[in-house]
């Protein structure tokens, strides 16, 4: 059974830093893994998804890394602004399962201005 | 192209009565998931459609819910009977097809059971 860990549960940092949030996933067998933003009481907001034959993905201010075999994504925030405070979700695709996402619990980001 | 669309936005129920989710895919998407967050939780599978069928119903509780996606219209996820538990935010999510496709999101429903 396919299990993803987000760590750190909560992060605070000051306004500019570069940050970097961890997930982990137990089952290596995915079709891809999906980065995402939830604002409170909102939606989510797919941010990046890396299909399982790639490294890495980026977005501006965002880059995420997959390394397939150890079970391990990051996403790497570079200057980071208040606006980024939400809780930022990893979620794979399993090949076994129908192709269901299954969650992290998330990462809740706080950016001190 | 309009992005997913769910409706209700908000839906409140009092305990016992009957809740409908209703889901519009993206257009051209015939794939549909429903995943489920409960309060303080993380998002969690509940089932996979494909028009007119079911496909994976492994995460819906065994009794009083059931979804469907029929040949028009929009998917509809059903809670009878709802109880307090019940309360959560359930999202639904399209694709245009299997085996690493990107699932978009809709905005969610937040079903309150009082």
């Known amino acids: 059974k396919q299990e993803v860990t987000q760590i750190p549960a909560a992060l605070s940092v000051p306004e500019g830093e570069n940050l970097v949030l961890n997930c982990s996933f137990t089952d290596s067998a995915i079709y891809n893994l999906q980065w995402f933003r939830q604002d409170p009481g909102k939606g989510l907001t797919s941010l990046l998804l890396?299909?399982?034959?790639?490294r890495e993905q980026t977005s501006g201010r965002l880059n995420a890394s997959l390394d397939k075999s150890s079970g391990r994504s990051t996403l790497y925030i570079a200057a980071s602004q208040p606006g980024d405070s939400a809780t930022y979700l990893c979620a794979v695709s399993v090949i076994q399962g129908a192709q269901k996402l299954v969650f992290g619990q998330g990462t809740r980001l706080t950016i001190n201005p | 192209n309009a992005g997913v669309m769910q409706n209700p936005r908000h839906l409140v129920r009092r305990r016992g009565q009957e809740a409908r989710l209703r889901c519009s895919p993206m257009?051209?998407?015939?794939?549909v998931y429903w995943y489920r967050q409960l309060p303080e939780e993380g998002l969690k599978f509940m089932v996979y459609?494909?028009?007119?069928?079911?496909?994976?119903e492994s995460g819906m509780p065994k009794e009083r819910f059931s979804a469907e996606f029929p040949k028009e219209g929009p998917s509809i996820l059903r809670i009878q009977q709802v109880v307090r538990g019940d309360s959560a935010a359930y999202f639904c999510a399209s694709s245009t097809g299997t085996g690493g496709y990107e699932q978009y999101f809709g905005p969610g429903t937040r079903l309150t059971v009082t």
């Open positions: 459609l494909q028009k007119e069928n079911i496909i994976d």
């Open positions: 257009k051209g998407h015939s794939h």
């Open positions: 890396i299909q399982s034959s790639q």
